[in-house]
């Protein structure tokens, strides 16, 4: 297993609280894209507290309305998880919440983004069945 970058980023961090830090990413999708980690290294996003939780989403709102009007018109704020992929430098095994402006028609929406639209089908009522009887 390779040394996580998330748990030591002294250099990189722009903003932090009690439990969460703010760093840019690299390498990074466009300007402004931020990685937003709890302090504590945690693989699986349900391990967070409610602290961690509320100190991560409170740097995501002030990084958005810092961002907004000035990198972007909009955000994304995506979080993955999968265990499935080995570590490397585009996946790492600490959970963080990506956070990057967006505009029309940027750098993003022009080379994958404008394929998102296919991606979508109609949600059917097996399927609505199937996955609603899953959380019960």
């Known amino acids: 297993m ?9 250099d990189r961090i722009l903003k932090e609280n ?22 504590r290294h945690i693989e699986a996003p ?21 961002l ?5 018109d909009g955000m994304d704020i995506r979080q993955n998880y999968r265990p499935f992929l080995a ?14 402006p967006r505009y029309k028609d940027d750098y993003l929406h022009k080379v994958s983004g404008k394929f998102e639209d296919d991606l979508f089908t109609d949600l059917d009522q097996e399927e609505l069945d199937e996955v609603a009887k899953l959380l019960k």
Request: glycine share 4%; hydrophobic share 40%; with cysteine.
């Open 18 to 39: 009690t439990h969460a830090q703010a760093i840019l990413s690299n390498p990074r999708k466009m300007p402004g894209h931020f990685l937003v980690t709890p302090k």
């Open 68 to 72: 907004i009007g000035k990198l972007g």
């Open 87 to 100: 570590q490397s430098n585009l996946k790492v095994d600490h959970v963080h919440f990506h956070v990057y």
């Open 2 to 10: 390779r040394a996580c970058p998330f748990c030591s980023p002294k």
């Open 46 to 66: 349900w391990d967070l507290t409610k602290d961690e939780l509320s100190d991560i989403f409170d740097l995501i709102f002030f990084i958005e309305k810092k």
